[in-house]
């Protein structure tokens, strides 16, 4: 009984200040200016003439406590112990002294993990768990992005692109990425309804609940073998895996069917024009591990034209948008199909209805 | 040594992006569940396909999330990854860390779990990956002890999460660490106790370039804001023009045309700005948003699952956040309220906020949660005729008879 008096719970979020450089807590909400002065290292400038250097570094998200304990001891030994992580996996070590950037950059980059991803630059991709932790996924996670960063490493450490480029992944349609609105976006999908297991359905799933989940009302009430369950019309299936949420006797995933779709041209700012979600380029790729060759050509193919066709500054969206749908098919080769043609929920808004088209 | 062979992965240790196999490898030398994961993983590899089962109720007393259930569907042939549990926590808010507060994490994540962890999750959880029920409770009260507390989980309020804000950015409008972290605080128990029919996530970023990606992610998306003008500095400007072309690359680019750059002056009509930061953004040093500061709200973005995938649209243009931050939020807190009661009233199983108020129809849902109409809300007005109205003349009514 005295145990659980003792226990502990609801204490909320941790008090950040505890966590803040003495350069933060000295200038917080009096910065005036930031600079890039070197591929991934920020200096912000405050009111009071003091500069705090931030250095970014690319890291896999899956972290083990042996890599977390040294990025512990860089910070402590060039930066008073403080760092911080980026919304999108990086990791950045908070530094009021200048002569202690090169050797941590030194030290940092020996150790396997590259410095970069600021500005113009190919950012680090924001993921999700895929086959290490998810059951949902439709692909692994990890593996595409170590493949595809492997690849295309250069444009992560060194600003050479028109603008900055957000790569986002998710291996289902939940998408636990924040990936519908990315310059290039990649979801792994499903392509065949679900089996249904009828006899465990019956013990363990509850059939209203199944049959609401489903968005195109796809699936009905059946009696299988004299016992209810349900049936999927997979003419209406698009393979959205809610129903498997809902209810673990519908397996969706299938190793002969699961793939990759890429989508282009989205962006969450709003800097100059409005968030917008990204378009479908590329409608399937099946997976191919450990490296998923096909995905990362794909990659490389937009990163390619967008790099030449793009004026300065403008970033994935605003090029396709500028020179047309048409051209941004013609450039890539890739082929433009009828599953391109949105047939979903806001599908007519969709359409060009205009005479304005690049021939 | 290893326990599995690994031909899959080991391919992935190669190249010169950090390898997240030789992450767990290094994990696996203290973990042998983690040696399991490695050869779970492995066979995903092989056969395309994921091993793990669906569901399954895990979790500490008293809360109704926080930890994510993971078996495995090959308990047999893995038996260390039999349970593989995950433990969502609510991270440092700007995700500030000391060296001292990650070798403690580092340690309960050794004692208990994979000797692995997510730096974050999608939401912004710190995830540590891999321990059994059995051993989920002590876990959690030695997390309680250096801090840290369970994040959201299943149909609840989701960790928020918030940018660098004013730690580290001249363009935070508001104090986004401090308002992620009340909030959630004041909102602790629907982060704890799932209530809702689906999850709910709010996200804060201090200024419309959104790093938290919070138009495109939460339900109620905090994006900072200002409603006078931009602070210009000229001398910045000239040196600027020495740089760039000040036409080219900053006044043809405004979204409203409302910039001018002539004889070396630069001069803004705030009127028609609509703050996308463009040109805050290419000159720093000379730019800067006014001194009005407050944020705007957008409700309802979302991920494709039920719907499709949705943005945020504006419900509240303009509000002052940093006065509601003096007196603890009760404009942001009561406002949120209101909207879960109607969610409550008349929303279903898995729709998330956005699904329902299309379905049921803005106007109508304004009208509920007591908000007026506002055209910042729309992108363009209707262009069908087909208007619902709720009212119309009887011909027996006083005064509007045909005179």
Redesign the interface.
């Known amino acids: 009984m005295g145990k659980q008096l003792e226990?502990?719970?609801?204490?909320?979020?941790?008090?950040?200040k505890?966590?803040?450089p003495p350069i933060?807590k000295n200038n917080?909400?009096k910065?005036?200016?930031?600079?890039v002065i070197r591929s991934g290292v920020l200096m912000?400038v405050s009111k009071n003439g003091e500069k705090?250097y931030?250095v970014r570094v690319?890291?896999?998200?899956?972290?083990?406590?042996?890599?977390?304990?040294a990025?512990?001891?860089l910070?402590?030994k060039y930066c008073g112990?403080?760092?911080?992580?980026?919304?999108r996996?990086n990791?950045e070590f908070?530094i009021d002294n200048k002569e202690s950037i090169d050797p941590l950059i030194k030290k940092v980059t020996a150790m396997?993990?590259?410095v970069g991803g600021i500005d113009n630059t190919l950012g680090n991709i924001?993921?999700?768990?895929?086959?290490?932790?998810?059951?949902t996924?439709a692909s692994?996670a990890?593996?595409v992005v170590?493949?595809i960063?492997?690849e295309l490493?250069d444009y992560?450490v060194e600003p050479v692109l028109p603008a900055k480029v957000r790569l986002a992944f998710?291996c289902c349609?939940?998408?636990?990425?924040?990936?519908?609105?990315s310059d290039i976006a990649i979801v792994a999908v499903h392509r065949r309804p679900p089996k249904i297991d009828h006899e465990k359905l019956r013990n363990i799933c509850e059939i209203p609940?199944i049959i609401?989940?489903c968005?195109v009302n796809a699936i009905r009430p059946a009696t299988v073998n004299g016992k209810a369950s349900v049936e999927v019309d997979e003419d209406l299936c698009f393979y959205?895996?809610?129903c498997?949420?809902?209810c673990?006797a519908m397996?969706i995933?299938?190793?002969?069917n699961?793939g990759l779709a890429i989508f282009v041209g989205g962006k969450?700012?709003?800097?100059?024009?409005k968030?917008?979600?990204s378009k479908l380029a590329i409608p399937f790729i099946s997976?191919n591990?450990?490296?998923w060759p096909e995905v990362v050509d794909a990659v490389r193919t937009i990163l390619d034209a967008y790099k030449k066709g793009a004026r300065?500054?403008e970033r994935v969206g605003e090029w396709i948008d500028r020179i047309g749908w048409p051209r941004f098919f013609e450039t890539t080769g890739f082929e433009f199909t009828k599953y391109h043609i949105d047939d979903?929920?806001?599908a007519e808004t969709t359409m060009n209805y205009s005479n304005h088209v690049t021939l | 040594m290893a326990k599995h062979k690994t031909d899959n992965l080991d391919e992935l240790k190669n190249g010169k992006w950090p390898s997240f196999v030789k992450e767990l490898e290094k994990a696996s030398e203290k973990s042998e569940r983690t040696k399991d994961l490695l050869g779970q993983l492995e066979k995903s590899y092989v056969d395309g396909i994921n091993y793990w089962k669906h569901g399954g109720m895990v979790g500490v007393r008293g809360y109704g999330g926080g930890v994510v259930g993971r078996f495995s569907n090959l308990p047999e042939e893995f038996p260390g990854v039999k349970e593989c549990h995950t433990a969502r926590l609510l991270p440092v808010p700007g995700l500030f860390y000391t060296s001292d507060i990650l070798r403690k994490l580092s340690d309960v994540c050794d004692k208990y779990a994979g000797a692995i962890f997510n730096f974050h999750g999608s939401t912004g959880d710190i995830q540590i990956l891999g321990f059994k029920q059995e051993d989920a409770e002590e876990m959690f009260q030695d997390l309680i002890k250096i801090g840290f507390d369970l994040g959201g989980s299943g149909s609840a309020l989701r960790t928020p999460s918030c940018c660098v804000g004013p730690a580290r950015c001249e363009w935070a409008c508001y104090d986004t660490l401090n308002a992620c972290r009340e909030i959630t605080n004041h909102f602790i128990d629907e982060v704890h106790r799932p209530p809702f029919y689906y999850k709910f996530k709010i996200k804060f970023s201090g200024c419309p370039i959104d790093c938290t990606a919070s138009g495109a992610r939460s339900d109620m998306s905090v994006v900072g804001i200002w409603k006078d003008n931009i602070k210009i500095n000229q001398k910045a400007v000239e040196d600027y023009a020495e740089q760039f072309d000040i036409q080219k690359y900053v006044v043809d680019l405004c979204p409203s045309k409302c910039i001018k750059y002539k004889d070396g002056i630069l001069k803004i009509d705030d009127n028609y700005c609509v703050k996308c930061m463009h040109c805050i953004s290419a000159m720093p040093k000379a730019l800067s948003p006014g001194d009005e500061k407050g944020a705007q709200l957008r409700l309802g973005a979302k991920a494709p699952i039920v719907e499709g995938p949705r943005l945020g649209f504006v419900l509240v243009p303009f509000y002052d956040i940093n006065k509601d931050m003096k007196e603890g939020y009760p404009f942001f807190t009561d406002l949120v309220q209101r909207i879960w009661d109607f969610w409550d009233e008349y929303g279903k199983n898995r729709e998330r906020i956005g699904e329902l108020v299309q379905r049921v129809g803005i106007g109508n849902f304004l009208e509920e949660i007591g908000m007026d109409p506002s055209p910042a809300m729309v992108a363009h007005p209707r262009t069908n005729p087909y208007i619902r109205f709720e009212e119309y003349f009887e011909e027996e009514e006083e005064g509007n008879e045909k005179k």
């Open positions: 226990r502990i719970t609801d204490i909320g979020v941790i008090d950040y505890d966590f803040l933060i917080y909400g910065w005036e200016y930031h600079e912000h705090l931030s690319g890291s896999p998200r899956l972290l083990s406590t042996d890599t977390i304990r990025f512990a001891g910070a402590e112990g403080y760092l911080r992580f980026t919304t996996n990791v908070l396997g993990f590259p924001v993921h999700t768990q895929g086959w290490i932790h998810c059951h996924s692994d990890s593996g170590k493949a960063m492997d490493y992560f998710a349609l939940n998408m636990c990425g924040s990936v519908a609105t609940t609401s989940s968005p959205c895996g809610n498997f949420t809902v673990g397996p995933a299938d190793k002969l699961d969450v700012s709003n800097v100059r024009t968030p917008s979600f997976n591990p450990p490296r300065k500054g979903f929920r806001l």
